[in-house]
């Protein structure tokens, strides 16, 4: 009995066990992602036209990026205290806003609901960091795979909670909203013991990357599951019965992980002595902080010095060159001929902080750039419910869910993606969010063109260049502007998303979209525009405005894409100011065989 005591406390301090349960967390803390499917609700509901409809997606975003508040709380509050902070935001911010769409209390005024959705919107971000602060802190060593993954749940998490709802095949549309108000807030409380760092060896140990494997293949069978479910659902009719089977097959691939840490725990072995020795001994060869900063200086002073023809040579000739000129500088500062002159600040690739960052045109051109390209995405994300019921798709849900599947598939596509590039290529990281731009293009074009089915490739195409900026941004900055304060620059980029959607959805978008449904309700008639038909639709007095055809969102997409190959030309640009930076990042190993 002893055994088995020391066994299920082994379990509960595992960090393998809190990466799951950490995963769970993450399904539910995407409720973002639902708005889709919960604006058409509280649009009817409330009598709403297009553009409050799209104040309110601002607001959501604003509560789901600002998240400087919740950083300080998790470190004033313990873990479960800032879990069921997020919690209780929820459970009030979307609570009410069930309580006032199924008239149980009074109709509140616009900002007010704007403020309930940004309280619980907000409460996302409690879960997040949460999740990632503990894991990463679990897995020092291993910070890619885990936040890789973990944001990837995030990005599942419309899919997963689209099918539970599908589950209770509620008449009852603001049922959802019910769910999404108690359901986070329920998984959060449950797992608030379990998610939080804990102690013990942190550590790569060699069964680390088969485990990470296992979990990313649950995580494209689960995408792929869901994705044929989706597919299913929208195609054949299905009895209550076929749906909850699905639901619980669902249910055992989101358990499926688990076997990690129960056959770590009750299979263990120990790590041979060899190995541990081995271990020390990697960690003792790593260079110092001091030693690092004065290679980084001489380095630093490369861009400097290197005459600018070097650039033009094959890459061996290249980074010949710049070895011998770092000897150079290595040994003249050594000897006092030479002083090291430091510009006013850090270089590209050096620890900057927010206010140096803000003043450096390659900060601006990641912002901007992920302005129009994410904002972009999120707007699409944020009116795809509107989007589908204007081309006369009758079900919404299925777009919400398959758009977070691609949204998922973009985090994982991208992070692969763009690291071969700076790895095998040894080429600046942005190349390959500039091409997911490219591809986020023809998304939009085919939504604008409203072709039979183009909303499926829209969806598709849209929603993998979205999640791939999610991939690409944060390790570009963390590439360019150093590590040291990459919470601060990372918050301050994900207010892009917020920007972004405010000009697309609230200024241009919604504008759009009234005035489309303006002119069909006065004409009341049928008329085509240009490949697509759309037909003039006449609306009761005291009934929101709605607009019907391709027309409704085709100026707003024929923006969007316009902007997004805009935005690929400012990744090109920084593509062109950053290839010394990415060559001495990753061109070192080259180098070092070179010496």
Known sequence: MGVIQDKLLALYRSRWLVFVAAMWLQSWAGVGYLFGSISPIIKSSLNYNQKQVAMLGVAKNLGGCVGFITGVLCEILPIWGALIVGACLNLFGYGWVWLVVTGRVSTLP???????????????????????????????????PVVGILKGFAGLSGAILTQIYAMFHSPDHASLLFMVAVGPSLVGIGLMFIVRPVGGDRRVRPSDEKSFTFVYGVCLLLAAYLMGVMIVQDLVPLNETVITMFTAILFIILLIPMVIPISLVFSRNQIPIEEEALLQEQQNSEPGKSQQYSEEVILSELEDEKPKEVDLLPALERRKHIVQLQSKLLQAAAEGAVRVKRRKGPHRGEDFTLTQALIKADFWLIFISMVLGSGSGLTVIDNIGQMSQSLGYPNTHIFVSMVSIWNFLGRVGGGYISEIVVRDHVYPRPIALAVFQLIMTIGHVFIAMGWPGAMYVGTLLVGLGYGAHWAI??????????????????????????VGTFVFSGLIASRIYDSEAEK??????????GIGSFMFGSINAGQPLKCEGSICFFLTSIIMAGLCIVASGLCIILVFRTKIVYANLYGKSSTSRLR
């Open 473 to 498: 941004v944060p390790a570009t900055a963390s590439e360019l502007f150093g590590l040291r304060n990459f919470g601060a620059l990372y918050n301050f980029i994900t207010l892009a998303n917020p």
């Open 520 to 529: 069909q309700a006065r004409d009341g008639h049928h008329d085509h525009w």
């Open 110 to 144: 616009l900002w007010a609901m704007c403020a309930l959705i940004f309280v619980g919107t907000n409460g996302e971000t409690y879960f997040n960091t949460v999740s990632l602060v503990s894991c990463v802190q679990n897995f020092p060593k291993s910070r890619g």
